[in-house]
């Protein structure tokens, strides 16, 4: 069975310092990893995913998150906080079909 | 112009009513879904549909009913609502379900269902 944990409910960061928030993955077969941002009261926004290739991937907003695969991880990163990124981050895996499974969210606090 | 759209953005209702929230998306994507997000933010998928057919359907009660008149519109009905389906109910596409667990998932604004 498919399953994500986030271990952080939040993570606080001063704007300008770099933020990780943490994700690690179970699942049979290759994993398909994705991160969506969620700001309040609004949708979930696609940032990036892992498929294959380079385990450095490359999102939106500056965003960039690293596969692991030893470490069965595949956690969020930025070198600069911005205030404007506060909002619920969530991490997801699916694999051989297209059930997205996601963490519970870890709520990014930048303050100024 | 809004990619994934629903309606209503917000729903307020009284137990054992009916009530159905509608998804379109413009993107010609094939498969749509249904999220459940409560008041955790945890977030479950409750259908996805593909070309109008039902692919997966997660252990929802049958008080649930997803619609797909064509391939760009899901529409949930819910019946005999109750306190615990108070939620924020999210729509979602993704391109072509062939590709698997591949295709990134477009997410609506989501519906916020209050039953009183």
Redesign the interface.
């Known amino acids: 069975a498919q399953s994500v944990a986030q271990p952080e409910d939040q993570v606080n960061v001063a704007e300008g310092n770099p933020l990780t928030v943490k994700c690690t993955y179970s699942v049979s077969g290759n994993p ?1 990893l ?1 991160w ?1 941002v ?1 700001y309040p ?6 940032l990036l ?1 892992y ?1 294959t290739g380079d385990n450095l991937v490359k999102g939106s907003y500056g965003f960039e998150a690293e596969f692991n695969k030893s470490q069965t991880s595949f956690h969020l990163k930025k070198p600069s906080a911005l205030v404007s990124d506060s909002a ?1 981050y ?1 991490c997801a895996v ?9 963490g ?2 870890t709520r990014l606090q930048v303050f100024p | 112009d809004t990619a994934v759209s629903q309606t209503p953005k917000y729903l307020v209702t009284q137990m054992g009513n009916d009530k159905s929230i509608k998804c379109e998306q413009n993107l010609g994507h094939d498969t749509m879904y249904w999220y459940k997000q409560d008041s955790k933010k945890f977030l479950k998928i409750m259908f996805s549909y593909n070309n109008k057919e039902l692919i997966i359907n997660e252990t929802v009660p049958n008080r649930f009913s997803p619609k797909s008149p064509d391939k760009a519109h899901l529409n949930l009905h819910i019946n005999s609502l109750e306190l615990g389906d108070s939620a924020v109910y999210f729509c979602a596409s993704s391109q072509d379900r062939q590709r698997g667990g591949q295709e990134t998932q477009y997410f609506g604004p989501g519906t916020r269902l209050l039953v009183l």
């Open positions: 398909y994705f969506y969620q009261n609004r949708g979930l926004q696609f995913k498929i619920l969530f699916s694999s051989v079909t297209d059930k997205l499974i996601f519970t969210g």
